[in-house]
């Protein structure tokens, strides 16, 4: 793979609760992989910008009401919608960090109640990330950390139901963080797994899909 040049990008995402610090993270990371000379994109969900995206955008802040499921589905279809793009970036060697995936859609609609296996179905088919790093951070420390921004979810009592949620869906393969560690501590563990996780990529491992 690698001798022929067409060695694949690595999908890396990063979950945890609001306010555990992913999005600086993100944007740390990129230009550190950047400076390593990766080929490297930043990539967010919900990702706001599409037709599916603004109704996600108003429902999170209040402007609109659906129905538990509506709203799962679209957050899963706002991936869909997103898939082949991720797939051919993938395959062209740009490695994707991806702030929030299938496992926050899932944690936050189960933490409503709903089944957990309904809200893994509509995923199932995705791309697989090859690495998941979970910020971990207590919902009291989270709630701490300048306030929400007053967005639905934002809320303590939810983000608890929302952590057991993330627990029940982690596996061996996670690696969890500590959130509360100070920020270039936490960049500098990121920065090693990316590049470990990119070195796998680059020497062959293909890519797959979630939950099938
Ligand atoms: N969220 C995010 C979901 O409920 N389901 C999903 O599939 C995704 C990707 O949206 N509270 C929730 C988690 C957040 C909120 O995310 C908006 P952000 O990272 O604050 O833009």
């Not at 740009?94 to 859609?105: A, C, E, F, H, N």
């Not at 296996?117 to 088919?125: L, M």
């Not at 007053?150 to 029940?168: I, N």
Request: some cysteine.
């Amino acid at each position: 793979n690698n001798s022929k040049g067409d060695s694949r990008g690595a999908l890396i995402v990063l979950e945890g609760l609001d306010r555990c610090g992913k999005t600086s993270q993100c944007s740390r990371l990129l230009p550190s992989l950047e400076g390593l000379g990766h080929s490297v994109e930043s990539w967010r969900f919900p990702d706001r910008n599409t037709g599916v995206g603004q109704m996600i955008s108003a429902y999170l802040s209040n402007q609109s009401q659906l129905d538990d499921r509506a709203i799962h589905l679209l957050f899963s279809a706002n991936r869909w919608e997103k898939r082949s793009l991720m797939e051919a970036k993938l395959k062209s060697g740009t490695t994707l960090i991806v702030d929030r995936y299938s496992y926050s859609g899932v944690a936050f609609s189960s933490a409503k109640g709903l089944d957990l296996q309904w809200c893994k179905a509509p995923e199932v088919g995705l791309l697989a990330p090859d690495l998941v790093v979970y910020l971990d951070i207590s919902p009291e420390k989270a709630a701490e950390r300048g306030g929400y921004g007053g967005e639905r979810y934002e809320q303590l009592e939810f983000q608890r139901k929302v952590a057991q949620s993330y627990h029940t869906l982690s596996d061996a393969s996670w690696k969890i963080v500590d959130a509360t560690l100070p920020i270039e501590d936490i960049e500098t563990q990121l920065k090693e797994m990316a590049v470990d996780c990119i070195n796998t990529c680059k020497n062959g491992k293909s890519l797959s899909h979630i939950w099938s």
